[in-house]
């Protein structure tokens, strides 16, 4: 079923049930989820089509995207890519194993190591990335940037919306 479809036969169904709440919002987050989970399904098949998970894949970017030569503590990766420390163990372990990272004692911090991407995991990471980039500018091409622009905007004020009630409950 299309997703528009859906959404909407799903808030009219609600709307008929409960006609004392607005359902209209949850349309958007319906929407917004949809669109987002078609995008990350897109993004899997790149990722998959290069042995890689797409949490496997964010641990390159976020490497690849501070520079070739940089090498980054676990913790400051695992911030970045909004992963536990523990999700990101397995997942270095994984990179390393397939010679895409490598890990290093960290001289000033004996129970730390640093971890710095191969020329392989640049490869990859730059593979991947140029796919994403296609992918999305196909996704995008047929709307006009001016409703893109205004999509931008909203999106953004609904974020800054959803983390000041994460703040304050």
Not at 24 to 40: I, S, V
Request: proline letters at 3%; zero cysteines; charged letters at 25%.
């Amino acid at each position: 079923m299309e997703i528009g479809k859906y959404v909407d036969e799903t808030v009219a169904g609600w709307q008929e049930q409960r006609p004392d709440l607005d359902f209209e919002p949850m349309g958007y987050m319906l929407r917004f989820h949809a669109m987002a989970e078609a995008a990350m399904t897109k993004i899997e098949g790149i990722t998959k089509s290069h042995g890689l998970t797409v949490g496997e894949f964010d641990v390159l970017a976020t490497l690849r995207r501070h520079g070739a030569t940089s090498t980054l503590t676990p913790s400051f990766i695992a911030e970045v890519a909004m992963v536990s420390p523990s999700g990101l163990t397995h997942r270095l372990t994984q990179l390393e194993r397939s010679g895409h990272i490598t890990r290093i004692a960290d001289d000033s911090d004996r129970r730390s190591s640093l971890v710095s991407i191969t020329k392989t995991g640049a490869a990859v990471a730059d593979q991947i990335i140029e796919q994403i980039a296609e992918q999305s500018a196909r996704m995008y091409n047929a709307i006009p940037t001016k409703d893109l622009e205004k999509f931008s905007n909203v999106v953004a004020l609904v974020s800054a919306q959803l983390e000041s009630e994460v703040v304050t409950s």
